[in-house]
């Protein structure tokens, strides 16, 4: 939101019931309690978690190391995760920039989530072989000459080093192109959702 606009107050201005990007605080403390409660998960952490189900990853038992403690990503990615449940029912740890030993518990992880918008913060020596790897960060590091339009376009960089990672990781996200078309799919799935709860079927 633009820096003169109070963000809290036009979150909870919103319907919890049509909130399909599920970050009102009822949605929030929904997404806490889960189960049949959680009525919209928000978009890029449910979009996170139906890729790694797709891909095939075991979730149960798991351990996922999630990077960062953002509201939009970290803590509702980690909450999922937590549930009981198809695609969850994990050991989650959440490490961000106090963490001591960052790499250690990223080297211990089945799933690594990494959503902390650091460009390349986590090395590929950090990665247990055959890992899932979800790189939601998406990052500007300059700017390119387009071969498509001749325009200048920004050069965009994941948290994880893609080309050495992907030697390493099992399966893992590229950026742009892996998190992002999930995110608006889920958005999609949560608007046909509250349509379907406001016209009562």
């Not at 992880?109 to 055959?130: H, R």
């Not at 959702?193 to 009562?200: F, V």
Request: with cysteine; net charge positive; aromatic share 2%.
């Amino acid at each position: 939101m633009p820096k003169h606009i109070d963000e809290k107050k036009v979150l909870n201005a919103i319907d919890p019931d049509k909130d399909v990007d599920g970050f009102h605080p009822v949605n929030v403390g929904r997404l806490m309690i889960g189960g049949k409660e959680a009525k919209f998960l928000p978009c890029t952490p449910a979009g996170i978690q139906e890729l790694i189900v797709r891909a095939g990853f075991e979730t149960s038992g798991a351990e996922v190391v999630v990077v960062g403690r953002s509201n939009i990503v970290g803590k509702p990615i980690a909450n999922i995760m937590l549930q009981k449940g198809r695609g969850a029912n994990s050991t989650v740890t959440i490490v961000h920039t106090g963490t001591k030993n960052l790499e250690e518990h990223c080297k211990r992880a089945d799933i690594l989530i990494v959503a902390a918008g650091v460009p390349g913060l986590v090395k590929p020596e950090w990665i247990k072989p055959g890992a899932c790897v979800i790189d939601v960060g998406v990052n500007r590091v300059g700017e390119k000459k387009s071969e498509k339009t001749g325009k200048m376009v920004p050069i965009l960089k994941g948290d994880v080093d893609f080309d050495a990672a992907k030697e390493i990781a099992g399966a893992i996200t590229p950026v742009p192109g892996g998190v992002g078309p999930m995110t608006i799919t889920m958005l999609m799935k949560n608007t046909v959702k509250s349509a379907k709860l406001a016209a009562g079927l």
